[in-house]
């Protein structure tokens, strides 16, 4: 896939969400001082907010200084995965998304809200990665483990503890995944 592909799939952003932006993190005065905030909150482990993360308010996307440099194919899954985001706001409202997103029902090791919304997200990773990398690629062991990882970890505040059952929920994916695809004719799995 080219930088055009990349620039189709973003002109497809902006038809479904007419004031979808990128925006510099690093030049975001709110986003350094969420940075600040979650330095403190996780004791200061995750680090790298302004620097590696991708983060959605509303239908503003917030990308690391080295997005351009990235992979176009890696820059359409990371918009996927951000699409469900914003589509999320749309359906549970600014207000909703944020008591989903860093109350319900605590802010750290069972945030239940966040798990959810990220889990919706995280299924479109896989869906896309299977889409643009093919099957192998969205089954790696690798990359549920780094998912896994996000949810069990500093980067989105500890939202679960409970690693297996990400994983399993993401299993159930692939496997739907690989239902489609047979139902579809394409073939058994390789």
Do not use: C
Not at 28 to 33: A, I
Not at 52 to 72: C, K, L, N, S
């Amino acid at each position: 896939m080219s930088e055009e592909s990349y620039g189709a799939f973003a002109q497809e952003l902006h038809r479904e969400f007419p004031r979808f932006a990128l925006v510099d993190k690093s030049q975001s005065p709110s986003q350094k001082v969420i940075d600040v905030l979650l330095r403190i909150v996780t004791l200061g482990q995750n680090r790298h907010y302004l620097s590696h993360v991708i983060t959605t308010f509303g239908q503003r996307v917030y990308v690391p200084p080295t997005w351009e440099a990235m992979d176009p194919v890696d820059r359409i899954i990371i918009l996927r995965h951000e699409a469900v985001h914003i589509r999320q706001y749309k359906r549970f409202t600014w207000p909703g998304m944020m008591l989903l997103y860093l109350f319900l029902p605590l802010p750290l090791f069972f945030a239940g809200g966040r798990a959810f919304i990220e889990l919706e997200a995280y299924k479109e990773t896989l869906t896309a990665t299977w889409e643009l990398r093919g099957p192998e690629a969205a089954r790696a062991t690798s990359l549920r483990d780094q998912i896994v990882q996000r949810f069990t970890g500093s980067d989105y505040g500890w939202m679960w503890v409970h690693g297996r059952m990400i994983r399993r929920a993401l299993q159930r994916h692939l496997e739907s995944l690989e239902v489609s695809r047979e139902s579809t004719g394409l073939g058994p799995k390789p």
